[in-house]
């Protein structure tokens, strides 16, 4: 067969394809059975306050724990759960674990914290979202202050005005919006203003290099400037070094995350985290906790 292609490449090539392609598939099928089958779970990752040293909040992160694969990360399969339409079943079930796990860590009598949960673009354009985000905080109970959306700038463009719409429903709830790896899309300034948000996620791709990348430097000092100028806090994602903390801090940023701080973690290390430092707190003559 290679000989009537006349290139061995084009043979490489299509082996390789047919191999993504049955994995796609292989991981699709499970995919299908994987939330009956409980096979996902949701990791925290601590967000901080870089002035106080506080965590103010965590992002919910899935994890889907593949019977034979092991973890798969959500960059492999979120893009399949898009494409199939699965996401919406998946999403409600994030927002429904991350709302009730949110509200027991304050019924444990933790300081409060807002939680993140990432929202994709086929689950944003859904109908219902809003009633599907409304019925989550019915169900937990959560005061809709403690949760917070992250969607994207490339989602929020896909239907301009129609995003703008669903952001102001949610927003009117009580809830709080951020841009996520901002930077990496396609939002014009103009539009940006319109958004009713309150945060802005520099992306980690202009995080990695900080230390020594001066044109890095300049698009985190860029939009740290923009955001305070339209009045959002700015958050770093994928802070991994003090050089790159001490950048943001001395540049005024607000928030960061990262495995600096800390990985994504279960709920109980959260827990663990937020006690440690409420006794830390305690004692001194620091007002209240986190920034909320
Ligand atoms: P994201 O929302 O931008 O999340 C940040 C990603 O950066 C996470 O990867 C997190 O584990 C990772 N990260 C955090 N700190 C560091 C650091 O210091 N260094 C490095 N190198 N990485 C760091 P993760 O958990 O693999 O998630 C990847 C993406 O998958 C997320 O990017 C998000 O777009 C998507 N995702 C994750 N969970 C969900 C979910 O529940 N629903 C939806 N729709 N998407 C999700
Ligand atoms: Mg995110
Ligand atoms: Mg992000
Ligand atoms: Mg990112």
Same mark, same amino acid.
């Given at each position: 067969?290679?000989?009537?292609?006349?290139?061995?490449?084009?043979?490489?090539?299509?082996?390789?394809?047919?191999?993504?392609?049955?994995?796609?598939?292989?991981?699709?099928?499970?995919?299908?059975?994987?939330?009956?089958?409980?096979?996902?779970?949701? &990791?925290?990752?601590?967000?901080?306050? %870089?002035?106080?040293?506080?965590?103010?909040?965590?992002?919910?992160?899935?994890? !889907?724990?593949?019977?034979?694969?092991?973890?798969?990360?959500?960059?492999?399969?979120?893009? %399949?759960?898009?494409?199939?339409?699965?996401?919406?079943?998946?999403?409600? !079930?994030? &927002?429904?674990?991350?709302?009730?796990?949110?509200?027991? !860590?304050?019924?444990?009598?933790?300081?409060?914290?807002?939680?993140?949960?990432?929202?994709?673009?086929?689950?944003?354009?859904?109908?219902?979202?809003?009633?599907?985000?409304?019925?989550?905080?019915?169900?937990?109970? &959560?005061?809709?202050?403690?949760?917070?959306?992250?969607?994207?700038?490339?989602?929020?463009?896909?239907?301009?005005?129609?995003?703008?719409?669903?952001?102001?429903?949610?927003?009117?709830?009580?809830?709080? &919006?951020?841009?996520?790896?901002?930077?990496?899309?396609?939002?014009?300034?103009?539009?940006?203003?319109?958004?009713?948000?309150?945060?802005?996620?520099?992306?980690?791709?202009?995080?990695?290099?900080?230390?020594?990348?001066?044109?890095?430097?300049?698009?985190?000092?860029?939009?740290?400037?923009?955001?305070?100028?339209?009045?959002?806090?700015?958050?770093?994602?994928?802070?991994?070094?003090?050089?790159?903390?001490?950048?943001?801090?001395?540049?005024?940023?607000?928030?960061?995350?990262?495995?600096?701080?800390?990985?994504?973690?279960?709920?109980?290390?959260?827990?663990?985290?937020?006690?440690?430092?409420?006794?830390?707190?305690?004692?001194?003559?620091?007002?209240?906790?986190?920034?909320?």
């Amino acid at each position: 067969r290679a000989k009537e292609m006349g290139n061995n490449n084009f043979q490489f090539y299509a082996r390789e394809m047919n191999a993504s392609v049955e994995e796609k598939l292989m991981l699709l099928e499970g995919l299908r059975g994987a939330l009956d089958e409980g096979q996902f779970h949701l &990791l925290y990752q601590p967000k901080v306050d %870089l002035r106080s040293g506080l965590i103010f909040g965590v992002e919910a992160l899935i994890r !889907w724990e593949h019977p034979e694969h092991g973890v798969v990360s959500p960059l492999r399969f979120i893009a %399949l759960a898009e494409e199939s339409g699965l996401i919406v079943a998946i999403g409600d !079930w994030v &927002l429904h674990t991350a709302c009730r796990q949110n509200k027991a !860590w304050q019924d444990a009598g933790l300081a409060p914290i807002i939680m993140s949960v990432n929202v994709s673009p086929r689950q944003f354009e859904e109908k219902r979202l809003v009633e599907r985000v409304a019925a989550a905080l019915r169900e937990s109970a &959560l005061d809709p202050g403690a949760l917070e959306l992250e969607v994207t700038e490339s989602l929020i463009m896909r239907d301009l005005a129609q995003s703008v719409g669903k952001m102001r429903e949610l927003k009117a709830m009580g809830i709080s &919006l951020s841009i996520d790896d901002f930077g990496t899309g396609y939002s014009s300034l103009s539009s940006l203003k319109s958004f009713p948000i309150s945060t802005l996620k520099i992306d980690k791709s202009f995080v990695r290099e900080l230390a020594d990348n001066t044109d890095d430097q300049a698009i985190a000092m860029a939009v740290i400037s923009l955001g305070h100028k339209l009045n959002l806090r700015v958050i770093a994602e994928g802070v991994e070094t003090e050089q790159q903390c001490t950048f943001l801090r001395d540049n005024d940023c607000d928030e960061m995350q990262g495995y600096l701080f800390s990985r994504p973690v279960p709920p109980a290390q959260i827990a663990a985290l937020l006690e440690e430092q409420a006794r830390m707190q305690s004692g001194c003559d620091q007002p209240g906790a986190a920034a909320y």
